[in-house]
């Protein structure tokens, strides 16, 4: 199994940055991929950006293409999602997964909101 704990959500004004991270621990050797997804009240989880463990192969969502970036380290078993240019709908629970061959395993999630 694989445990994930994210952290540096919080409150930030349109406009601003924030800094998303979750390390991996447990059968961190089973993991091909890692990625973000979110949720607001009232709507499906909808992907944000996904990242491959061996050559960091990145997806996005087609709503933060070009403000946001995934990336990974794979020495601290940590990746990273940057968030620029942060617009009110982007307010939501933020939850990092990561893929094996077994399945797929999630975080807690953490709280984005944006908001003057």
């Known amino acids: 199994q694989v445990q994930l704990v994210e952290s540096g959500g919080g409150l930030v004004q349109p406009g601003g940055s924030l800094r998303l991270s979750c390390a991996a621990s447990?059968?961190?050797?089973?993991?091909?991929?890692m990625g973000w997804y979110r949720q607001a009240p009232g709507l499906q989880r909808e992907l944000v950006a996904t990242i491959t463990r061996d050559v960091g192969r990145t997806n996005y969502g087609d709503s933060v293409k070009g403000r946001f970036t995934i990336s990974r380290d794979n020495a601290k078993n940590t990746v990273y999602l940057q968030m620029d240019s942060l617009k009110p709908e982007d307010t939501a629970v933020y939850y990092c997964?990561?893929?094996?061959?077994?399945?797929?395993?999630w975080g807690q999630g953490t709280q984005v909101t944006v908001s003057s």
């Open positions: 447990g059968s961190i050797f089973s993991i091909v991929a």
């Open positions: 997964v990561s893929y094996t061959a077994s399945g797929s395993y």
